[in-house]
């Protein structure tokens, strides 16, 4: 069983809390809300970490953003991404007690790769953990998945993959993975115990 991280093995940050950090940007939440989501794939270049994306963010914009608003931006968003799901962590060792290899697959940025593994022992449970930060190379690379499968020593037939990103789970079966878009450690649930025949998140069916 595969498990990406954020929005899976931890919670996203919700729309009230990019709210709160469009605060003192000087943008209007709207604006922010629609920059931040659309750089969210800064995540997993190894050259690019916090500074290079909010940069960015503010490229876009066509605004600057001070070296102290820099700082908040960051140390409030390394707070968000550090709320581990509890319910799908218990999935993920129930698996494991059943016998089964479970990996995190992550697109991760070295910074808050950092502050996981100082915060977060539970993360050495997992049998395989694939940062794309370390790699090279991102979720939806097909070279990523591959990599993970073969650290896990598992076919993508039998493989079992969560991520809340629609893309990251079609690039994922088109490597042949059984993957499916994340929706609740409960929806995961009835997903690993229906087996066969479940209907995934699109209304198809697993093999």
Known sequence: MIFDYGGVLCYAPTRQDI????E??????????KL????????????AGYEAHWHRVAKA??????????????DRESDLWTRPNSDTLTL????????????????????????????????DEF??????????????DAAIYRDCLRQLGCVPEKSLFFDDRRPNVEAARRVGIDAHVFESAGQ?????????????ADGTSQK
């Open 19 to 22: 709210a709160q950090f469009a």
């Open 24 to 33: 003192g940007s000087g943008l209007d939440e709207n604006t922010f809300y």
């Open 36 to 47: 931040y989501t659309e750089t969210r794939e800064y995540y997993g270049l190894p050259a």
């Open 61 to 74: 914009a066509g605004i600057t953003i001070s070296e102290a608003a820099l700082k908040r931006f960051i």
């Open 92 to 123: 993920a060792r129930e698996a494991k007690a059943g016998g089964s290899k479970i990996a995190v697959l992550s697109n991760m940025t070295s910074e808050l790769l950092e502050i996981l593994r100082g915060k977060f022992p539970w993360l």
């Open 127 to 140: 049998d395989v953990k694939i940062w794309s930060c370390e790699k090279g190379r991102a979720k939806p």
């Open 188 to 200: 995961a649930r009835a997903i690993v115990e229906g087996g066969p025949g479940q209907p995934r």
